[in-house]
T-cell receptor, first 114, second 110 residues
Framework: GAGVSQTPSNKVTEKGKYVELRCDPISGHTALYWYRQSLGQGPEFLIYFQGTGAADDSGLPNDRFFAVRPEGSVSTLKIQRTERGDSAVYLC????????????FGPGTRLTVL | QKEVEQNSGPLSVPEGAIASLNCTYSDRVSQSFFWYRQYSGKSPELIMSIYSNGDKEDGRFTAQLNKASQYVSLLIRDSQPSDSATYLCAVNKGYSTLTFGKGTMLLVSP
């Protein structure tokens, strides 16, 4: 079946602009995660959804970052007033509720803030 | 001390050899452990999961877990050039989020 999809694959924006990154999880997966990966580092947790609600948003770096999952499927990560330090690959993963937290990643969105 | 530590490498092995990748974690409440493979410019791909002490084998891959020593390893037998990638160790503490190490780069030379 189809894997996790993310759009856009690349996003270049200017400092101070607003961006939205979209994630479409594997069909039937109830859990959805956002991670951020900088060069040479492992993915860093941002936020976790179980269904429509954010079960854990402790990884969001500040209040410029926000994410929603209104219908329990597609999720959007929103970044306001982007800064150069926000440049990274943003990864989305999903997991079936029945699994022992095996997470499957999408291809990622590479965000570049100029 | 970082929560999940891995040697960044690169670890270089000749084709056909066994590659041994190691990971230590700091939090004893960690419950499940994962190995992801990440090719350059691609996203992480889950290759192994392990939840209890001992060994778990899947094809050429064997994951080993020792909770007393807080140590996880991945063995790749008969290494192939296509195994060249960064291997990420990830740990789950019973919540749902994963904590990743920085990864170990593996280079398999023909």
């Amino acid at each position: 079946g189809a894997g996790v999809s993310q759009t856009p694959s690349n996003k270049v924006t200017e400092k101070g602009k607003y961006v939205e990154l979209r994630c479409d999880p594997i069909s039937g997966h109830t859990a959805l995660y956002w991670y951020r990966q900088s060069l040479g580092q492992g993915p860093e947790f941002l936020i976790y959804f179980q269904g429509t609600g954010a079960a854990d948003d402790s990884g969001l770096p500040n209040d410029r970052f926000f994410a929603v999952r209104p219908e329990g499927s597609v999720s959007t990560l929103k970044i306001q007033r982007t800064e150069r330090g926000d440049s990274a690959v943003y990864l989305c993963a999903s997991s079936p509720q029945s699994s022992y937290n095996e997470q499957f990643f999408g291809p990622g969105t590479r965000l570049t803030v100029l | 001390q970082k929560e999940v530590e891995q040697n960044s490498g690169p670890l270089s092995v000749p084709e056909g050899a066994i590659a041994s990748l190691n990971c230590t974690y700091s939090d004893r409440v960690s419950q499940s452990f994962f190995w992801y493979r990440q090719y350059s410019g691609k996203s992480p791909e889950l290759i192994m999961s392990i939840y209890s002490n001992g060994d778990k084998e899947d094809g050429r891959f064997t994951a080993q877990l020792n909770k007393a020593s807080q140590y996880v390893s991945l063995l790749i037998r008969d290494s192939q050039p296509s195994d060249s990638a960064t291997y990420l160790c990830a740990v789950n503490k019973g919540y749902s989020t994963l904590t990743f190490g920085k990864g170990t780069m593996l280079l398999v030379s023909p």
